[in-house]
């Protein structure tokens, strides 16, 4: 028996000439290996989702889903090719949905969209089109990684961030905890110096949240630009928190210890990560930034491509790995 996916995927084919073409999603978690230097396709040059120049060939995929989720797509390819995602409504450019150099992902409601991988255009003319792995896969609204959709303000930002965003994230250093506040391990106030007393730290934090692992990251820096070492933007954390926090660059701080999700679309492991502790990166041109134990338990490290969305189960989760094939409590 075909599955309803493909079954909408073959009927929205025969309906629509342009999508005849489309490589079929029949299935989540997806998985292919394309190469826009062998693709016949050329039809898109821009799209309304962007203003980069995406003169090369691409690959269109068209899929469905059945229930409200989110959609997370994901494209790695190696150092000299260089394309990029679009999600759309139709085989229009102008439906565009979203775009990245990397990935996308957006909540969407039941009903047939399209993927394409298309080939970015330098500003001389040149592109790069050439392999890449296309990852694609949906959580669904039921689901413990379920997350909202609601754009944040950022600093320094015209525009809202679309959530959940996917892009680059950086691998943060550690905050004093309140426990440590509490007994007085810095006189009351904070480290001298990178490594003063971080391990006793990493011992905390092993100890709170139970997960073992070989921890390497120092205090965070002082001076940006009044911090002291190890210090956060609000309120000193608890271990349990501090574990497991992560960043960005609000405009305005979510609550202290808001869950949010932070999910690999490679593998589909995900995390559960407190936020409202810290504001950062400095750089816009990152999502944003989890502590050194998120990256542990997603196997990834610096600047890894990573989605992150607040939590639709809010405060029923606990912070740390998380299963998505299991209901939300």
């Given at each position: 028996m075909l599955r309803p996916s493909l079954i909408v995927a073959l009927l929205v084919t025969a309906t629509a000439p342009d999508a005849r073409a489309a490589i079929l999603v029949d299935d989540f978690p997806y998985y292919d290996v394309g190469d826009t230097s062998r693709s016949t396709r050329d039809r898109f040059d821009a799209y309304a989702c962007g203003t980069q120049a995406e003169t090369g060939p691409e690959d269109l995929y068209a899929f469905t889903v059945g229930e409200p989720g989110t959609l997370v797509a994901r494209v790695v390819a190696d150092d000299g090719v260089d394309v990029d995602v679009h999600l759309l409504a139709d085989t229009s450019a102008a439906s565009c949905l979203s775009?990245?150099?990397e990935g996308v992902s957006q909540n969407l409601a039941?009903?047939?969209y399209f993927l394409s991988v298309d080939t970015f255009a330098r500003p001389d003319g040149s592109e790069r089109p050439g392999a890449y792995e296309l990852h694609v896969r949906f959580i669904p609204r039921w689901s413990v990684c379920a997350m909202e959709g609601v754009p944040i303000a950022r600093i320094g930002a015209t525009e809202l961030l679309p959530m959940p965003a996917t892009g680059r994230v950086v691998k943060e250093a550690h905050l004093v905890t309140a426990e440590e506040h509490r007994a007085g391990v810095f006189g009351g106030g904070w480290p001298t110096r990178l490594d003063d007393r971080v391990a006793q730290h990493w011992a905390l934090s092993e100890q709170?949240?139970?997960?073992?692992?070989?921890?390497t990251e120092p205090w965070a820096p002082c001076c940006e630009p009044s911090n002291a070492f190890g210090q956060g933007s609000t309120a000193k954390p608890p271990a349990a928190a501090e574990a497991w926090y992560l960043n960005m660059r609000w405009k305005r701080a979510p609550r202290r210890g808001q869950r949010y999700i932070v999910y690999d679309a490679v593998t589909g492991g995900a995390v559960v990560a407190a936020a409202g502790y810290e504001n950062g990166p400095?750089?816009?041109?990152r999502i944003g930034g989890v502590a050194e134990e998120v990256m542990m338990a997603l196997?990834?490290?610096h600047l890894s491509t990573l989605t992150f969305g607040v939590a639709h189960a809010g405060d029923a989760l606990p912070y740390g790995?998380?299963?998505c094939a299991a209901v939300q409590p």
């Open positions: 775009r990245g150099d039941p009903g047939a709170a949240s139970g997960f073992v692992a070989e921890r400095g750089n816009l041109q196997g990834r490290d790995p998380i299963d």
